[in-house]
């Protein structure tokens, strides 16, 4: 069984398109997250949702909004894309706040064309 | 703001070789640090992690130092395989955040 599953693996869209990357863990963890890694290898924080709650939300544009539906779920929806959100991102997922692993997704190639 | 970076961004070995990989960090309130291997199309995967109340942690052929005067981390790895070649990042977390992660070294073993 897969920890922390994503989908889709890849995605390809026009820019000015509206679309959602879907993250699940079965770990019963209490946190997740969402991280974007850009083409430098780049591994940044976006947003964290600790029993469903947001938590962390960094400097990121408000087309993005995360939503975490129940503890185990927390999916991200991007509004009106543009080429500079490609990228791959990751969810990921730990038991706790800090001081603790996370355990992370496959991770989504987002381009935008 | 704060954050964790690597010293260098590549680093190729020989097979059976060890390998020492560095890792600089500046907030001083970190008190949990990680090492993560990324294989190219996967996400990062957990290899060993350490508390500011140790100095050193070992693993399978993994060892992690922590110098909290110098604000270093490093990742040392025995007998370096093949299979090692990936991208390894260090992370730092302070209570309640989620970790930061530092730019990432590209180790490549030839063999």
């Known amino acids: 069984d897969t920890a922390v599953s994503q989908t889709p693996k890849y995605l390809v869209t026009q820019m000015g398109n509206d679309k959602s990357i879907k993250c699940e863990q079965n770990?019963?963890?209490?946190?997740m997250y969402w991280y974007k890694q850009d083409s430098k290898k780049f591994l940044k924080i976006m947003f964290s949702?600790?029993?469903?709650?947001?938590?962390i939300n960094e400097t990121v544009p408000n087309r993005f909004s995360p939503k975490s539906p129940d503890k185990a779920h927390l999916n991200l929806h991007i509004n009106s894309l543009e080429l500079g959100d490609s990228a791959v991102y990751f969810c990921?997922?730990?038991?706790?706040?800090?001081?603790?692993?996370?355990?992370f997704g496959q991770g989504t190639r987002l381009t935008v064309v | 703001g704060e954050s964790v970076g690597l010293h260098l961004p590549t680093l190729s070995v020989q097979e059976g070789d060890n390998s020492i990989i560095n890792c600089a960090y500046s907030?001083?309130?970190?008190?949990?640090f990680i090492w993560y291997k990324q294989e190219s199309g996967k996400g990062p995967q957990f290899i060993i992690d350490?508390?500011?109340?140790?100095d050193k942690r070992q693993g399978q052929r993994v060892t992690v130092l922590l110098n909290k005067t110098v604000k270093h981390l490093s990742l040392q790895i025995a007998a370096t395989q093949p299979g090692d070649s990936a991208v390894y990042f260090c992370?730092?977390?302070?209570?309640?955040?989620?970790?930061?992660f530092g730019k990432g070294t590209t180790l490549s073993v030839s063999s």
């Open positions: 992370a730092e977390n302070q209570a309640g955040t989620a970790l930061i």
């Open positions: 949702y600790n029993n469903k709650e947001l938590i």
């Open positions: 350490i508390r500011s109340n140790m």
């Open positions: 907030n001083s309130a970190s008190d949990y």
């Open positions: 990921a997922s730990s038991q706790t706040r800090g001081r603790t692993e996370a355990f």
């Open positions: 770990l019963g963890h209490d946190t």
